[in-house]
């Protein structure tokens, strides 16, 4: 994109899990903080660069179907035992968050 020397954008998505933290889902929270963290410094070094190339971060919860991420799990890998009480609240934390998101923002353009 740099050696292009043209007007490009970057968007990556992090939803809203990485601008907070919840309970029962650590490495997801770390790995979502992480794409803010990584986007927020590629902004600020494509700006010392001068490149016309512009970043966003899409920071709400998305409706991906992540929440239905058990219906592609093969068969050998499924979870024969019942949810625990913390899974149920999770799940339904979880749902409910997704459901509430619809769009993503532009966080940070070019100029």
């Known amino acids: ?5 043209e007007p490009a954008h970057i968007v990556n998505t992090a939803s809203v899990a990485g601008l ?11 790995s979502k903080h992480a794409v803010v ?5 590629l902004y600020h ?3 010392v660069a001068r490149a016309s190339i512009g ?12 929440a239905d991420a058990e219906r592609t799990r ?8 019942p949810y625990t009480a ?3 609240l999770a799940a339904w934390q979880l749902n409910r968050a997704v459901e509430g998101g619809k769009s993503c923002r532009r966080a940070r353009s070019p100029n």
Do not use: W
Request: proline share 6%; with cysteine.
């Open 1 to 5: 994109m740099l050696r292009a020397d």
């Open 20 to 30: 907070l933290a919840a309970s029962a889902m650590g490495v997801y929270f770390a």
């Open 37 to 41: 963290a990584i986007t927020e410094t």
């Open 45 to 47: 070094d494509l700006r």
């Open 55 to 66: 970043v966003s971060l899409c920071p709400a919860f998305v409706p991906t179907g992540i």
């Open 74 to 81: 093969p068969t050998s890998l499924a979870n024969a035992e």
């Open 86 to 88: 913390s899974q149920k």
